[in-house]
């Protein structure tokens, strides 16, 4: 399991926003509460491993609380599927999701400043932000850029 969140970053990172969130709801502990009697498992604990198609077995879950798991399926779902990503300019937005969202709202606290985020999707694609706009003004590209302030900053990004 814990190789998998890398697959879902590889999928956001080529645009297929689609495969990526179906990667992460088929290890997501969330997505497990029906059947949590075959799982075996906690259902808010990642598992070092599902067993696959080939064990008898098949979908249940073993080795709960032993992997790295949980951290990297955080970082790839809000880092990459959410695509909200600090770096050394700005915070990087360049979400990769399903087409069939219509958008997302985040808070996200950075260098001292809050961005509440709303990310719409009026043409339902998986990737590609058209137009980012911070407190009312569109700015060039998709890093917001640091304000470090205290304040609060509306960002709208259409993608």
């Known amino acids: 399991m814990h190789a998998n969140p890398w697959v879902i970053i590889a999928e956001t990172i080529l645009g297929n926003g689609d495969q990526a969130f179906e990667y992460y709801s088929e290890i997501n502990p969330a997505t497990k509460n029906d059947v949590i009697e075959h799982y075996e498992c906690e259902p808010y604990v990642y598992a070092?491993?599902?067993?696959?198609?080939?064990?008898?077995?098949?979908?249940?879950?073993?080795?709960?609380?032993?992997?790295?798991?949980?951290?990297?399926?955080?970082?790839?779902?809000?880092?990459?599927?959410?695509?909200?990503?600090?770096?050394?300019?700005?915070?990087?937005?360049?979400?990769?999701?399903?087409?069939?969202?219509?958008?997302?709202?985040?808070?996200?606290?950075?260098?001292?400043?809050?961005?509440?985020?709303?990310?719409?999707?009026?043409?339902?694609?998986s990737k590609g932000v058209r137009s980012v706009k911070v407190d009312g003004q569109e700015i060039e590209g998709n890093v917001i850029p640091v304000f470090g302030d205290g304040g609060t900053r509306r960002v709208e990004v259409t993608v």
């Open 48 to 125: 070092q491993n599902i067993l696959g198609d080939e064990h008898p077995l098949f979908g249940t879950a073993r080795n709960s609380w032993v992997t790295g798991t949980a951290s990297w399926a955080y970082q790839a779902a809000t880092q990459y599927i959410l695509g909200i990503r600090p770096t050394y300019e700005g915070l990087l937005i360049d979400p990769s999701v399903p087409s069939e969202w219509d958008g997302f709202q985040v808070t996200r606290e950075f260098r001292k400043t809050v961005y509440d985020i709303e990310v719409q999707n009026p043409h339902h694609v």
